[in-house]
T-cell receptor, first 111, second 113 residues
Framework: RKEVEQDPGPFNVPEGATVAFNCTYSNSASQSFFWYRQDCRKEPKLLMSVYSSGNEDGRFTAQLNRASQYISLLIRDSKLSDSATYLCVAVMGTGGFKTIFGAGTRLFVKA | NAGVTQTPKFRVLKTGQSMTLLCAQDMNHEYMYWYRQDPGMGLRLIHYSVGEGTTAKGEVPDGYNVSRLKKQNFLLGLESAAPSQTSVYFC????????????FGQGTRLTVV
């Protein structure tokens, strides 16, 4: 079992749709969580951090559920420019160093 | 605003050849990392460094060596390239390794034939 698992998709949605991605992590010692965005043939870039209390940045909302060990990303009012691969990341912060990336979920937003 | 710069961007090697990938960052970050990205696998950590003169193994270190002689540079070496090392390699740096953003270079596409 992969330590961070995501549905690879692709998710094909029309403009204006709401889409949600989930990500599960296996190591309960993971301390920090992030969503990164990666455009085709480009480097990953931070989209947002994920906090236990949940956080929102414009059309994007991230949630963390430690009890069930999953992270979610909600995108409202999808834009064509949201088309990308979204990477879930879990980081262990104590007793060593380990950052685990999920394989990514591909999103296509169509007009 | 260079950020993280990787060289080269593309390279084709023959099996058994050696090469060095260079990563340079101008943000005064202590932490630097080398990842490889393969289809369906996500990014996997090869080696990392928590400061000048230090290096440590990541998830998939075999076949690679690294050096961090200067704080701003992190070198990844392949001593004897194998086809299994065909991948896209990303360098990244961060202020710390927990709650701060990692900045990535543009990637190096390596093909070993």
């Amino acid at each position: 079992r992969k330590e961070v698992e995501q549905d690879p998709g692709p998710f094909n949605v029309p403009e204006g749709a709401t889409v949600a991605f989930n990500c599960t992590y296996s190591n309960s010692a993971s301390q920090s969580f992030f969503w990164y965005r990666q455009d085709c043939r480009k480097e990953p870039k931070l989209l947002m951090s994920v906090y236990s209390s949940g956080n929102e940045d414009g059309r994007f909302t991230a949630q963390l559920n430690r009890a069930s060990q999953y992270i979610s990303l909600l995108i409202r009012d999808s834009k064509l420019s949201d088309s990308a691969t979204y990477l879930c990341v879990a980081v262990m912060g104590t007793g060593g160093f380990k950052t685990i990336f999920g394989a990514g979920t591909r999103l296509f937003v169509k007009a | 605003n260079a950020g993280v710069t990787q060289t080269p961007k593309f390279r084709v090697l023959k099996t058994g050849q050696s090469m060095t990938l260079l990563c340079a960052q101008d943000m005064n970050h202590e932490y630097m990392y080398w990842y490889r990205q393969d289809p369906g696998m996500g990014l996997r950590l090869i080696h990392y460094s928590v400061g000048e003169g230090t290096t440590a193994k990541g998830e998939v270190p075999d076949g690679y060596n690294v050096s961090r002689l200067k704080k701003q540079n992190f070198l990844l070496g392949l001593e004897s390239a194998a086809p299994s090392q065909t991948s896209v390699y990303f360098c990244a740096s961060s202020f710390s390794h927990t709650n701060t953003e990692a900045f990535f270079g543009q990637g190096t596409r390596l093909t070993v034939v």
